[in-house]
Structure formats: structure tokens, C-alpha cells
């Protein structure tokens, strides 16, 4: 970690682009000419959690809505369409409307359509893990989004999320139950960048000895408007601009060379492009944050949520056409104008790098 943290430290631009080479040389080296394309599919907004940060927390007055299983199919379908094999389902915290049965639902009916799925949801215990592989899944996110205490217990006023550690550990119960690729990550903008970045690389380190049959990928999303908008005490310590971002990306490429790098819509279109050779190997294109936000599906049961319970909309409402996001997407290109800005970098768009049928005879 001593070369990682030297990393960070303040430098020079001619130090920064001599990390930016010896980065994009990294990427080549394990990777090659090649990008991997996945959307996420948002299934529910509801949640019982406030996080002051979140778009989806409780006490927000946003409209929310929980897709069927047709409808989950009918947004995947649409992905689908559009070339994607690897898709992340995504989901508020909220036992009531994502229950016991639900993802297991969700996964059977896509399974035979997407050979790669991912879930980023509420953490879970070991067996309830195991159970998601069984049916198909085989790839978790989970973010602290901070990793300093303190801030991380200021911004979690309400439910299961509370709990620092349980979430700190979602990782390994993960890889106990089954799952062979695991994305960590931190929301940056909530604390001290240097920390949060020190703080992920010491946890992802930890998590590759620990859990050495997944593969790992790693996330940097920055905070961007939402619904309920967190607003803090200015601090440049806390702001990861654009440059500290490239520093940041070229840092986790040297010190973990063959860990894959997830770049979001969340970053606008120019930064995203000029990053792209720099050390990602993962990428969101395309990305909607709202469910149905693909086809419209879900509007037929829109409604409010008040502090966890059900509000039915008044009639000046019912004119709403959909349901609130987790945030604002910046970079919103249509995946083929991205798949072909990919091309004309040289890069090779992977929509699908697994199928089942690999294990078929072991």
C-alpha cells in the first residue's frame, strides 16, 4: 500500500502523464483492445433506508413504483435488442416490495437471455446469497459509499444500511455463497478523496487474498443531482475533480494491474471518452436509474412513499409519466453512437465474455 498511497500524493503533470502511460501500458498488457459493455436495470425505488446522498432514501417525496416480473422482462428485452448480454439488476432496499422470491424471479426469467448477471441490492446473509447463484447470478456490487465512520454514520439517519459493518462485510458472504465477480466501491464527494481511496484500495487488497477465486472490479462514482439533493459544507478535500480522477484511476491501474475498472454514465460524455484508454475496462452506456426508465414499463402503479408506507398519488399527480431516478445520468449517448466511439479508439466492444456452457462438462 506504501506505493499506492505515494501514488496520490500531489504531482506534476508530467508526473500525472507519465502514470497515465504506464496505465494505459497496464491496460493493453491484461486486458488488450477491449471494452465490456453492461446496462443496469433498475427493478424498484422503494427503500426503507435514509441516506441523505440517495435519490431512492425513505423520507424522500418521489414517485416510486416496483416492476413486475413481465415488466422486468419486457426492460430486458429491450436491452437485449440493443446487444447487451450483461446487465446489472438494481433495487432500493425494501423487504416489503423486493421480498423473499422476487430476485429469484427476476434472474429465472432473464437467465435464458443474458448469460451475465449481476445484482446490486440491499446486503444479504451467506445462504440467501448461495440461493441467487443457484438460480443464475453471478456477479455482486456492493458500495460503501463512505468508508470513514463518522461521515458514513452521519448520512445513514434510518434502517438496515445503518450498520457500517454489515455492509463492510457484504463482500465476503458474497463470495461464501458463490458469486465469482465482485464490484467494490465509494461514492466520492462524502469525505476526504485521499481516504476513500486508501481506505477501497486497502479493502480491495484485503478482498483479493481473502476471496482469491472471484475476479474483482473497482468503482469511482462521484455525487450527482438527485431528488432530495445532499448538500454539504464546501471542502476541496472532499471534491474529486477531473484531474484527481485520472490520478485516482491510473493509481488503482499500477498498484492492481489485472482489476477491472467501471466507468458510469454518472461522468459526462467528453471526460468518459478521454478516459477510456487510461485504465477502464468496464462501462455503463445507455443507462436509465429509474424503473421502466427503458420502456415505460411501471407507470400503472405509481404512488408515494411515506416513511416506508404506501400513498396512493392525487389526481394532479396521476399525469406523472414515471418514476424518480437514483440520480442524473450524465453522458446520455445512445449505446451504438458509444459502441462506435469505441471503434474509433481501437477498442473491440465485449457484450459477452461468459455463457454458462464453459462449466457445462466439469
Known amino acids: ?6 501514488l496520490l500524493a500531489p504531482c506534476s503533470a508530467p508526473q500525472l502523464e507519465t502514470m497515465a502511460q504506464q496505465s494505459q501500458a497496464l491496460t493493453h498488457q491484461n486486458f488488450g483492445k477491449t471494452m465490456r459493455l453492461f446496462a443496469p436495470l433498475y427493478l424498484s425505488n422503494e427503500c ?3 441516506c441523505q446522498y440517495c435519490g431512492f432514501s425513505r423520507d424522500n417525496p418521489i414517485l416510486r413504483t416496483t416492476l413486475t416480473i413481465p415488466q422486468v422482462v419486457a426492460e430486458a428485452q429491450h436491452l437485449h435488442s440493443l446487444g447487451f448480454r450483461n446487465i446489472l439488476l438494481v433495487a432500493g432496499e425494501h423487504p416489503k416490495f423486493v421480498s423473499d422470491g422476487y430476485l429469484q424471479q427476476c434472474i429465472d426469467a432473464l437467465r435464458l437471455l443474458f448469460p451475465t448477471i449481476g445484482i446490486e441490492v440491499g446486503p444479504m446473509e451467506d445462504h440467501q446469497y448461495t440461493e441467487l447463484v443457484s438460480h443464475g447470478a453471478e456477479g455482486l456490487i456492493v458500495y460503501q459509499e463512505t468508508y470513514h465512520r463518522p461521515t458514513y454514520e452521519t448520512l445513514h439517519t434510518a434502517g438496515p444500511k445503518k450498520n457500517f459493518l454489515w455492509r463492510l462485510d457484504c463482500p465476503e458472504r458474497a463470495y461464501a455463497g458463490g458469486f465469482r465477480r465482485i464490484g467494490i466501491g465509494a461514492l466520492f464527494g462524502l469525505a476526504d478523496w485521499r481516504y476513500e481511496a486508501i481506505a ?8 483479493m487474498r481473502k476471496c482469491w477465486k472471484a475476479s474483482f472490479t473497482i468503482a469511482f462514482p462521484r455525487m ?3 431528488a432530495g439533493n445532499y448538500q454539504y459544507t464546501p471542502d476541496p478535500t472532499r471534491s474529486l475533480d477531473d484531474r484527481s480522477l485520472v490520478q485516482l484511476i491510473t493509481a488503482f491501474r499500477i498498484t492492481f494491474p489485472q482489476v477491472g475498472i467501471v466507468l458510469s454514465t454518472r461522468e459526462p460524455a467528453p471526460l468518459r471518452d478521454s478516459l477510456f484508454p487510461l485504465g477502464v475496462t468496464h462501462i455503463s452506456a445507455g443507462s436509465q436509474t429509474d424503473p421502466g426508465g427503458y420502456t415505460g414499463a411501471g407507470t400503472d402503479d405509481l404512488h408515494l412513499t411515506v416513511k416506508g408506507r404506501r400513498v396512493e398519488l392525487e389526481n394532479e399527480q396521476k399525469s406523472c409519466d414515471r418514476a424518480t431516478g437514483q440520480f442524473e445520468i450524465d453522458d446520455q449517448r445512445p449505446v451504438h453512437q458509444i459502441a462506435k ?4 479508439k481501437g477498442f473491440d466492444p465485449v457484450w459477452k465474455d461468459w455463457d454458462p456452457a464453459i462449466l457445462a462438462n466439469q
Not at 1 to 6: G, T, V
Not at 341 to 344: E, S
Open 1 to 6: 500500500m506504501k506505493r499506492f498511497i505515494q
Open 224 to 226: 450527482r443531482p438527485h
Open 48 to 50: 426503507v433506508n435514509n
Open 341 to 344: 466511439i469505441l471503434k474509433q
Open 200 to 207: 477501497l484500495a486497502t479493502h480491495l487488497d484485503y478482498l
